[in-house]
Structures are given as C-alpha cells and as structure tokens.
T-cell receptor, first 109, second 113 residues
Framework: GQNIDQPTEMTATEGAIVQINCTYQ??????LFWYQQHAGEAPTFLSY??LDGLEEKGRFSSFLSRSKGYSYLLLKELQMKDSASYLC??????????WGAGTKLIIKP | TAGITQAPTSQILAAGRSMTLRCTQD?????MYWYRQDLGLGLRLIHY???????GKGEVPDGYSVSRANTDDFPLTLASAVPSQTSVYFC????????????FGPGTRLTVL
C-alpha cells in the first residue's frame, strides 16, 4: 500500500533550526512536496523535490533521497510565525498526491 | 487575483439532507481536486478531474459526486449527508504535468448533525 510517515508534533525554540522528517512508500514516484498549513487555513506550497539532493529556498530547505524513500524539511532561524503544521506529500505513478497526516511545529520564545 | 474560491465558508447540515459545495478557480488550471481533512489524518482525496468533462474517484469517494462542466467550476455534492461526513473540505487545482503543485481554496467547514 501507499504510506507517508512523519512525526505528529515537534517543538523548537525561536531562532533555532529544526528538521522535519518524512518517509514514503508509493506506487511509483514523481516527486515529493512540502506544504505549510496554519491553523484554520489552507495548505500553501513550500517545496518540490524530484531529484536527490538539497533544494534551498531562503530559510527553508528540502532534501530528498529516492533510494531511501526519505525526505526532510529544514527550517532555519525559526520565527514565531513558523508555528504551523507541515505536510509531506508524495506524488505517485498516477500523478496523485499521497499526503502525510502533518507535523505540528510549536515554536517557543 | 482571486485564485481559487469556495462557498460556503461553513455550514451546519441535518443528516439526510443534500448539499453542494462550490469551487471556482480563475487560473485556467486543467486539474481540480476535492479533499477532506480530518483531525489526525492526512488530506484524503475524494474526487478529481484532470480536465473539463472528465472526473475520477479518489481514496474516499462514497457518498460524494462531482461534475466538471467547464474549466473553472468543480462542485461537490453530498446526496444524503451523514454525520461521518463532518469535516473540512478543501478544493484544489493544478496546471497538471510533472510539477503538480496544487493551489488550495480556503476550505468549507461542514458539520452534519
């Protein structure tokens, strides 16, 4: 079957760095997405990886290892506004997204 | 730019009643999707449409129907609502192709009593 695993909740300190891990099993693979979702709002796109390696975009970076079925989202210089849920989603062979349950990130001052 | 809109924002519905959730996008995207999001679960795909005139079933299609008469609109209908359909419903769209970034509407919070 198809499955996405990510931690349910993480806590970090303002100004620090946090890494949110995601492992996936899908029927075929056409890329890995990360979305941010603030409470009561819609998910918004953060990153897309299809090749192995690190993609950096400002304070956020995303890494992919296709051979390990593994990705992580790295958030640097954490700000209070980064408190949100982070959703990992893998695109399967039908170009449909399979979603993880999300990681709730709590930032403390 | 409006992007993707949904209506209503929230609704309380009696069990057994029917309801249509509306979704409209102005980005000329080919593909559109309906998801439900429940606490502790990931987004689950209900129905999708890869292009106007075509629809497909997702992971949890039972109790729901969709139509795609044109590019912009993708309504979701609950023919006879049940309490287990209480959820937050998100509509999304994408241009399709390899980088299938999906853009989400603001969501509809539905409570079935």
């Amino acid at each position: 079957g198809q499955n996405i695993d990510q931690p349910t909740e993480m806590t970090a300190t303002e100004g620090a760095i946090v890494q949110i891990n995601c492992t996936y099993q899908t029927s075929g693979f056409n890329g890995l997405f990360w979305y941010q979702q603030h409470a009561g709002e819609a998910p918004t796109f953060l990153s897309y990886n299809v090749l192995d390696g690190l993609e950096e975009k400002g304070r956020f970076s995303s890494f992919l290892s296709r051979s390990k079925g593994y990705s992580y989202l790295l958030l640097k210089e954490l700000q209070m506004k980064d408190s949100a849920s982070y959703l990992c989603a893998a695109m399967d062979s039908n170009y449909q997204l399979i979603w993880g349950a999300g990681t709730k990130l709590i930032i403390k001052p | 730019t409006a992007g993707i809109t949904q209506a209503p924002t929230s609704q309380i519905l009696a069990a057994g009643r029917s309801m249509t959730l509306r979704c409209t996008q102005d980005m000329r995207h080919n593909a559109m999707y309906w998801y439900r999001q429940d606490l502790g679960l990931g987004l689950r795909l209900i129905h999708y449409s890869n292009t106007a005139g075509t629809t497909g079933k997702g992971e949890v299609p039972d109790g729901y129907s969709v139509s795609r008469a044109n590019t912009d609109d993708f309504p979701l209908t609950l023919a006879s609502a049940v309490p287990s359909q209480t959820s937050v419903y998100f509509c999304a769209s994408s241009s399709g192709g390899d980088n299938n970034e999906q853009f989400f509407g603001p969501g509809t919070r539905l409570t079935v009593l």
